[in-house]
């Protein structure tokens, strides 16, 4: 059984950094595209960011391009979102989603493996 465990979320100023986590357990992690995606009050979920099994490849939704990082480390099983310059518009349950085989994706539907989220407040 697969399980993806979110950690870091919080409150945090406008302006502000903060880094989510994502542990993976129950299979070896080194083989799945992982990303993470975002669920507001109200909104359907959408994709954030996405990274390759080797994180040679990163790949970003363009609202968050130049202001979020996504990278992994296969030998801690983990995955990382890096969050800086956040926008009260980034307020939203953080999702990560493990896909099995390559290539990434930002489709919610052909993921295969999601946690339960960890919620991230921005306020301005």
């Known amino acids: 059984q697969v399980q993806l465990v979110e950690s870091g979320g919080g409150l945090v100023q406008a302006g502000g950094s903060l880094r989510v986590s994502c542990a993976v357990s129950g299979r070896p992690f080194s083989g799945y595209a992982m990303g993470w995606f975002r669920q507001a009050p109200g909104k359907e979920r959408e994709f954030v960011a996405a990274?390759?099994?080797?994180?040679?490849?990163?790949y970003y939704a363009n609202s968050v391009k130049g202001r979020f990082t996504i990278s992994r480390d296969n030998a801690k099983n983990t995955v990382y979102l890096q969050m800086n310059s956040l926008k009260p518009e980034d307020t939203a349950v953080y999702y990560c989603?493990?896909?099995?085989?390559?290539?990434?994706?930002?489709?919610?539907?052909?993921?295969?493996?999601w946690g339960k989220g960890t919620l991230v407040t921005v306020s301005s």
């Open positions: 989603a493990g896909k099995l085989r390559p290539p990434i994706a930002t489709a919610t539907a052909v993921m295969d493996y």
């Open positions: 990274i390759s099994w080797t994180g040679g490849y990163t």
